[in-house]
Each structure stands twice: as C-alpha cells, then as structure tokens.
C-alpha cells in the first residue's frame, strides 16, 4: 500500500543560521579588534629591528620568523591591521556617499543629468579598476590617503551604476506615486521612500567593495603605490619581501595569507549579508 | 448643490509608439461637496487618466493635458504650478489607489507613513500627529490602532492596508476624494466592508468624491451619480437609480445586462442568460468616425457611422450621447 502525501515544494534553502554572514562576521571582529589594539597585542615592536637574527624562519620567539632587518612580522601583521582595515572602511564610506548620491540623483531625475553623469559612468567603467587607481595614485602620491582616494574614485562608477538602476526600479512603485499624491517634495521622496528601499543592494555591495579595496590596496603597496615602508602595511610588505622570496618563502606568505582572510572576511560576510536579505539572486 | 470640482473639456493627449491619439476627449463634468460620482468603463476607456490629469499625475511626456479646465475651488489645476499643486495634493485632494500590497512604503512602518502627510501639511509635531493617526485608523475601523500604527506594511493584510491607504487619503481632511478601483485588488467579503468604511468616511469628511470602477454593484452601493465612459468619453450620466432602471445609451445598456443576477426561483432553467456585448473596444487611435459604439451596438444606423452624437439631454439630470436612445423603460 501507498501513502499518499501531499507533494512538499523542494526547500529553496535552510532556515535558521546563516554560516556565511558569522564566520564573515567573528573574522572581521577579529581585524577590527587588532586593528584597534594592535600594539598592545603585538608580541614585539613592530619597527624594532634586529640584525642578530635577520630572516629567521618561524620559531617560538618569532611565531611568524623575522624578515630582512630582523623584525617580527606577526607583531607587524597585527599592526598593519589598521592600515588594510581603516584605508578599505575609509575607501568603502566615501564611494558609498558620492556613488549613492550620483546614481540617486541620475536615477531619480533623469534626463540631462542621467545622461551627463551615465556617460561619465560608462566612459569611467571601461578603465580597469586598478589602472584607474594606479593613475589617481601617481597624482595623489603614495600615501595612506592617496590610497584611500584611488580605491573610492574606482569603486564610485560602478556603485553609481547600481544604485541608478534600483533608484529607477523603485521610483516606477506604486508607494512612490502615492508619496507624490500626498504632495512630498522630490528630496523627502528621494530620503525617504525610495533610498530607505535600495539600503540593502547598497550595503551588500560595500561589503563586497570592502574586500576588492583590500586587494587593491595592497596590489598598489606592493608596486610601491601605497603606503610607504617602513609602515607595516600587508601590500607593503609583500613588496619588500620580493627580493628574498627564495630565501625566506615566510616572508611572502604571512602577509598573503592575512590579506586573503581580510578579503574571505569581507566576502563572506557580503554574501551572506545578500543570503539573509536578498535570497531571490544567485550569488 | 454647487460644484466644488468642474472638468470643463479635459482632454489628455497620449503620444506612444509615434501615435499621437487622445486618451480622454472633451470631458466635462462637475461634482459637488458631499456627493459620490462613479466614473465607470472598461480599461482603456480612460477613466484612470481621467484621475491622473486632475491630480497632474500624468506620465509626462507621454501623456499630457492638451486642452480643457480642472476648476477647483476657483484654481485651475490644469494650468497650476507644481508648488501649489504640491499644497494641494494630500491635503486637499486625496487619492486612494488600487493596489493596496504595493501603494505604501514596506520599509516603513505604516503610522508614519500617514503621519508624515500630517506633519507636512498640518505642521504637526511628531506625538500630535501620532494621536491624530490613531484616530483616523479607529476611523476605518484598524482594530487596536495603538500597536497597529508600529506595523510594517507585510504585516498587514491586504484589507488592512487598504485601510491604511484610505486613512492617508483621508488624513488630513480633503475637499477633494479620487478613488481609484479602491476595492477590485480586495476579495469579496473585504471589498463590503471597505465599502461601507468608505462611504461612512465620505459622508461623515463630506469631500466631494470621484469614484472610479469598473464594478457596476460597487457604483449601485456607492455612488450618487454616474457617468459611463467609452472610448474616452462620457457616453451617459445620471443619478444611480436612473441609470439602473432606464439606461439611456446601449452600452450601458449592455453593461447592465452583463451582470449576473441570482434568479429568484433558483433553477437553471430559470436563469437569465447573460447577454455580452459582441466585439471590442476600438483602438483609441483608430476611433470611428461617427459613435465610438456603433460597431458593436445593435441599434446603430447610418447616422451613427457618420456622425458623432454629442451629451444631449435625455431627461432632467439625464444626458446620454446617442442618436437612438433606449428610451422608455430600458
């Protein structure tokens, strides 16, 4: 004999924790913390060279070995959390403000302005990311904040794009037409009916920005770009450590590995981020 | 009764696909303080655009007023600025939509949302506001509108919301109420008691009211007047009860006759068959040149394919555009 069952529609995903949104969440709480605390944490000073022990490989004084002046690269690790983590929040901050404010008025208002600032838009998005940013770097100089300017004038174009086209999505809903029906000025309407609904595709592609601004901030370092040494910055030291890459293959891996887990931090947390709130897209 | 909103030849030009037709033709008509007027039709007869050019809701440039006059308490909507027009709409029109899953904000909590219309116009602060809200949702009757005013639009039914809707047209006080298909998005039972929340609220803000449908039991329940439109014109208006016991026009005719009835006796046998208007509405583009209707009415002559009939007089308080009126008792 058979059971008859009602057929169950297939579950389109588990319920309950998202894995995704809390190892992204506890690792970037981790950064956050070294970055804030780095030199309390650090088991030696950073910048303290020693020649008596140059290039040591990992040992128990040195968890991560020593590089070409004998500094202690764990201790500069963990103080260089706060160069990768304040230039990619800065970067991120301000090319959420200008791509926001871009797309929204493009979107909203339309005509001239959309096409004047679409056409900057499209012309700006054929340049690759980073030969943008190394452009903007050679002009703005090879500084912590030439960084932070190079990454958020290359994350401003494609953000602008995004939010136009949610901004025009939104602006056709009905709510929209019923705020102008109620008499709303075209700011209120902008403020608070329609950016309130685009939050979420924003903050899901800043926290993907996030972990690209990690990359790209230490590609830059690394073609000597970005922060200057003897600053304890991740890209930074990937480049000086080229020289003696056969040498003390350590030297290259530590850093490589703490600026991958920034990046698998920020990732995971903006794809579960898009998980939680926007199931509906493939990530 | 003196009429608070007069439409004086509003015609709306629409411009698609390199066509350039009129959505809505020499429209004229004028509703009074405290009175229902149902505008009825099926889609594309224009009624709705009708509703977007006296509130100046219209797609520009793809619709616009081409000639005509939205006289409202001595201003011409069709000819204000949209700061006044800003002034006005909300606060002494109010639209309700059709749609009430998607005409509120769902990122926002549904209070403020109404509350926010009083601010802007009253000049209400935030905890005034808040207990004119509260009012005005007992007012539609939302059940424990306190804890209501903190839910989000998802949280709410799709007859709650739609009184929700409603609240915010009526929030602060209009002279002025369009209601666009308010109940067709409602199931059956909801749609009664919106209704009759509707009606009880009209009456009770006295706002001259323009009720779009294209349910005919809904115009029965609600309205004071009709006026039917075809193909972008009023092709009959009268007092409701005149227009159910002696419509003048064949199309309302034939509308009326599309209604089921329950019959009395209840066997099949014994129902009326339905009788359907044969064809379709003409493509407003393509309009004929005398009657709009006379393709698909069975009384049309010659005179009506060349000529177009004009609103005459049929009787007191009843015009209807026709060269062969019904006449008599339908």
């Known amino acids: 004999m058979h059971e008859v069952t009602p057929a169950r529609p297939a579950r389109r995903r588990r319920r309950g924790v998202n894995v995704f949104l809390w190892l992204g969440a506890s690792l970037l709480a981790l950064f956050a913390l070294l970055a804030l605390f780095g030199e309390a944490v650090a088991p ?11 290039l040591e490989p990992p040992s128990a004084a040195h968890l991560l070995g020593t590089d070409n002046v004998g500094r ?32 929204a008025i493009a979107g909203y208002f339309g005509g001239v302005t959309d096409r004047v600032v679409t056409g900057i838009i499209d012309l700006l998005l054929t340049v690759p990311n980073i030969v943008l940013a190394i452009a903007i770097a050679s002009v703005a100089g090879s500084s912590a904040t030439g960084l932070t300017i190079a990454i958020t004038a290359s994350f401003i174009p494609p953000l602008a794009r995004l939010v136009r086209g949610r901004v025009i999505e939104l602006a056709e809903e009905d709510f929209v037409a019923a705020a102008i029906t109620v008499g709303m000025s075209h700011t209120r309407i902008l403020l608070r009916h329609i950016l309130p609904n685009a939050a ?10 996030a972990g690209q601004a990690v990359l790209i901030g230490s590609a830059l370092g690394f073609l000597g770009l970005g922060v200057q040494p003897p600053a304890p910055e991740w890209g930074t030291m990937l480049g000086a450590s080229r020289e003696y890459l056969t040498m003390a293959p350590h030297l290259v891996i530590a ?13 995971a947390f903006g794809d579960g981020l898009r998980d939680v709130f926007d199931p509906g897209s493939s990530s | 009764m003196t009429p608070l909103l007069s439409i004086q030849d509003l015609t709306v030009e629409l411009s698609a696909r390199d066509r350039i037709f009129d959505a809505v033709s020499d429209l004229s008509f004028t509703v009074a303080r405290g009175e229902v007027l149902a505008l009825v039709g099926e889609s594309g007869s224009g009624k709705s655009m009708t509703a977007l050019a006296i509130m100046r809701l219209l797609p520009e440039p793809v619709a616009r007023i081409s000639k005509g006059r939205i006289l409202f308490d001595e201003l011409d909507l069709a000819a204000a600025s949209e700061a006044s027009l800003r002034s006005i709409r909300g606060n002494r029109i109010g639209l309700i939509f059709q749609e009430p899953m998607t005409s509120l904000n769902p990122s926002m909590r549904v209070g403020p949302q109404v509350a926010e219309a009083l601010r802007l116009h009253k000049g209400l602060d935030a905890a005034a506001a808040r207990r004119r809200v509260e009012e005005i949702f007992e007012q539609v009757r939302i059940p424990d509108p306190k804890r209501r005013f903190d839910d989000y639009p998802h949280q709410m039914s799709g007859g709650m919301r739609q009184r929700v809707v409603i609240a915010l047209a009526l929030a602060c006080d209009p002279d002025v109420l369009i209601a666009d298909e308010p109940t067709t998005a409602l199931d059956v039972t909801t749609q009664a008691q919106i209704l009759e929340t509707f009606r009880d609220l009209q009456a009770a803000v006295g706002a001259a009211t323009i009720l779009i449908t294209h349910d005919l039991a809904v115009v029965a329940e609600t309205a004071d007047r009709v006026a039917v439109m075809y193909a972008g014109r009023i092709v009959e208006e009268t007092t409701t009860e005149k227009l159910f016991a002696e419509p003048q026009h064949p199309y309302t005719h034939g509308l009326l006759g599309s209604i089921p009835h329950v019959a009395e006796a209840g066997s099949a046998t014994e129902r009326d068959r339905l009788t359907e208007i044969p064809g379709t509405v003409p493509a407003l583009w393509a309009l004929p040149k005398g009657c709009a209707f006379a393709p698909r009415c069975p009384r049309a002559r010659q005179r009506c394919e060349s000529e177009r009939p004009e609103l005459a007089d049929m009787a007191p308080k009843h015009r209807a555009a ?8 339908g």
Do not use: K
């Open chain 1, 44 to 54: 030696h000073d950073p910048n303290a060279q020693d020649l008596f022990s140059m």
């Open chain 1, 72 to 103: 202690d690269i764990l201790s500069r690790i963990i103080v260089g959390t706060r160069f990768t983590l304040s230039i990619a929040l800065a970067s991120v901050f301000f090319a959420g403000i200008g791509g926001v404010a871009l797309g």
């Open chain 1, 200 to 209: 979420t595709v924003i903050i899901i592609e800043l926290s993907l920005n």
């Open chain 1, 255 to 267: 850093p490589g590995i703490a600026i991958s887990l920034l990046v698998l931090a920020f990732n």
């Open chain 2, 322 to 329: 026709c060269w062969y009126p019904m006449g008599g008792a």
